[in-house]
C-alpha cells in the first residue's frame, strides 16, 4: 500500500478555492486516490475518488497528473463548515481486501 | 449509501474491564471493518470482521485483546478487553459493498478508560 504524504494543516478564507495537495510516490498501477473528509466527532465520508486526470463531483474536483505521483484536491468557495480534516488514500481498493489505510491528514481551517 | 449505529455512542470505563461495541447496519454489506482512533490522530484499522469466520487482525492487533464477532451480514461486534487507560479513542466501525469503491462509516464510539 502506497504511503502519503500532505500537509499537516491548512488556513483558509470563506469564498476562496482550497487546494491540497498529496504525494503518493510510490502509487502501484493498480491503485486509486481516494480522499475523505472528517468533521470533530463524525466517521470519516467519502468525497472523490480518481485514477488519472481530472475528476469532479458536486462537492469538489480531483486533478491527477499523469506520473500519477500525486494528486489535489480542490474545494471551490470554500465555507466555514468545510473545516474538517481531509485524507488522501492511495491503494488497489479492488483488490486489497477493501482496506482503508489512513495518513495523518490535513486539517482545514476556514474563517470568516 | 447505508446507515450505520454504533452502541454505545460513548462510555467511561474502570481500568481492566472489558467493554463490547455493536455496529448495526441497515441492509446487507459485504465487508465490514473496525478502526480505532486515538485522540488527535488518524484512523488505524484494526481488523476486518469476517461473516462466519475469525476476524483478519492488522498488525499490532490481537484477537485476546479485541475479539470480534460478525454473526451475519448486517451485524459485528468489537470488545477491547481488560483496558487501560492507553485505550481511549474512538472506535469506528465501517462497511463496504464488494467492487465498490466507497466506504461507509459509523458515529463512532467514544471511549474514555480511568
Known amino acids: 500500500l502506497a504511503k502519503t504524504t500532505q500537509p499537516i494543516s491548512m488556513d483558509s478564507y470563506e469564498g476562496q478555492e482550497v487546494n491540497i495537495t498529496c504525494s503518493h510516490n510510490?502509487?502501484?498501477?493498480?491503485?486509486?486516490i481516494t480522499w475523505y473528509q472528517q468533521f470533530p466527532s463524525q466517521g470519516p465520508r467519502f468525497i472523490i475518488q480518481g485514477y488519472k486526470t481530472k475528476v469532479t463531483n458536486e462537492v469538489a474536483s480531483l486533478f491527477i497528473p499523469a506520473d500519477r505521483k500525486s494528486s489535489t484536491l480542490s474545494l471551490p468557495r470554500v465555507s466555514l463548515s468545510d473545516t474538517a480534516v481531509y485524507y488522501c488514500?492511495?491503494?488497489?481498493?479492488?483488490?486489497?481486501?477493501?482496506?482503508?489505510?489512513f495518513g495523518q491528514g490535513t486539517e482545514l481551517s476556514v474563517k470568516p | 449509501s447505508a446507515v450505520i449505529s454504533q452502541k454505545p455512542s460513548r462510555d467511561i470505563c474502570q481500568r481492566g474491564t472489558s467493554l463490547t461495541i455493536q455496529c448495526q447496519v441497515d441492509?446487507?454489506?459485504?465487508?465490514m471493518f473496525w478502526y480505532r482512533q486515538q485522540p488527535g490522530q488518524s484512523l488505524t484499522l484494526i481488523a476486518t470482521?469476517?461473516?462466519?469466520?475469525?476476524?483478519?487482525?492488522e498488525s499490532g492487533f490481537v484477537i485476546d485483546k479485541f475479539p470480534i464477532s460478525r454473526p451475519n451480514l448486517t451485524f459485528s461486534t468489537l470488545t477491547v478487553s481488560n483496558m487501560s487507560p492507553e485505550d481511549s479513542s474512538i472506535y469506528l466501525c465501517?462497511?463496504?459493498?464488494?467492487?465498490?469503491?466507497?466506504?461507509?462509516f459509523g458515529p463512532g464510539t467514544r471511549l474514555l478508560v480511568l
Open positions: 441492509s446487507q454489506v459485504t465487508m
Open positions: 510510490n502509487i502501484a498501477t493498480n491503485d486509486y
Open positions: 465501517s462497511v463496504r459493498w464488494d467492487r465498490q469503491e466507497t466506504q461507509y
Open positions: 488514500l492511495v491503494g488497489d481498493i479492488y483488490n486489497q481486501g477493501g482496506k482503508l489505510i
Open positions: 470482521a469476517n461473516q462466519g469466520s475469525e476476524a483478519t487482525y
